[in-house]
């Protein structure tokens, strides 16, 4: 299961395809070389659920690891509610969902029903505002768009591939300071 992909890259893939390779060379490194504000209070964010605390209901799952031989990919979930057959994904502060979150639920929810789990609804959940915001369940045309998109990240390859720098986006990329694509520094620092 090495070679499947992680659930919580999708999302950075999208944002820079060039990233997941930074990930991948500086994930042994410490953490407060790169990453920013933001991403400190999302992981505080999801230390609850990781450490299992918020609710004490046995009908709740908590950061179940979760796989699918079908995609090829492996995660974590963050909340499944048993007694409603829902699935909900916690961020401190939604301003949009972008579509790679998207890519995000819907690759656990078919982790989920692989695994014989019923997924009925799907939510993020806004922390700061403690709003639930409903996501409809994926399609089969969905299903065949996150497969495309997981191929397209199984087959990038950092040293063949054009990378299209944006410097708005490095501006906001936790690891501008590390990156040699750019000379700049993000806003964080
Ligand atoms: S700094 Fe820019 S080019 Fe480098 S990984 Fe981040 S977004 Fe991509």
């Given at each position: ?12 893939y ?25 991403q400190?209070?999302?992981?505080i ?47 401190n ?27 009925e ?69």
């Amino acid at each position: 299961m090495d070679d499947y992909i992680s659930i919580a890259t999708l999302n950075d893939y999208i944002f820079c395809p060039y990233s997941i390779y930074l990930h991948n060379v500086y994930m042994e490194t410490d953490e407060s070389l790169y990453k920013a504000t933001p991403q400190v209070k999302g992981s505080i964010a999801h230390e609850g659920i990781d450490k299992k605390t918020g609710s004490t209901r046995k009908s709740d799952l908590y950061s179940m690891p979760v796989y699918s031989d079908q995609l090829g990919i492996r995660g974590k979930i963050d909340i499944y509610k048993s007694d409603k057959k829902q699935l909900i994904e916690r961020k401190n502060n939604i301003k949009k969902i972008f579509r790679g979150q998207i890519y995000q639920l819907w690759a656990q929810y078919f982790c989920m029903t692989e695994m014989g789990y019923q997924v009925e609804l799907l939510n993020f959940y806004e922390i700061s505002t403690n709003k639930m915001i409903p996501i409809k369940i994926p399609s089969e045309e969905n299903k065949k768009e996150l497969e495309i998109f997981i191929q397209q990240f199984k087959n990038y390859n950092p040293s063949e591939d054009v990378i299209t720098v944006n410097t708005n986006k490095c501006l906001h990329c936790i690891y501008c300071n590390l990156c040699d694509k750019t000379t700049y520094d993000n806003v964080y620092t």
